[in-house]
């Protein structure tokens, strides 16, 4: 499974920013798409999930009302909107692919090469 994910940019305080991810070599269905960011000197940590029919999404508590997950399965990709964003958004964002949930980073196998993000304020 190859994971493209693009997207991020410099941003103000206050604005938002959509991230992609494209996903090609394997059933898109097949997976659980998660996104999840590192800022410098820190550990990944899981931002948000959504199941395979994007019936169900996992979120972290810190971030929920703020950033939304989607997927559309018709073009094997999976969003995150991020809204109101504050200079601790800024980080390294990542989507990464499993078939189950978990929001472990360990736990998954399959990631995209990151993308940055970075809020001014």
């Known amino acids: 499974v190859q994971l493209q994910a693009s997207g991020g940019g410099l941003v103000q305080a206050g604005y938002s920013l959509r991230l992609s991810c494209a996903v090609s070599g394997r059933t898109f269905t097949n997976y659980i798409m998660a996104w999840f960011r590192q800022a410098p000197g820190k550990e990944r940590e899981f931002v948000e999930a959504i199941s395979q029919s994007g019936g169900t999404t996992y979120v972290s508590d810190s971030l929920k009302g703020r950033f939304t997950i989607s997927r559309d399965n018709a073009k094997n990709t999976v969003y995150l909107q991020m809204n109101r964003l504050k200079p601790e958004d800024t980080a390294l964002y990542y989507c990464?692919?499993?078939?189950?949930?978990?929001?472990?980073?360990?736990?998954?196998?399959?990631w995209g090469q990151g993308t940055l993000v970075t809020v001014s304020s």
């Open positions: 990464a692919a499993r078939y189950e949930f978990s929001n472990a980073p360990n736990d998954y196998t399959y």
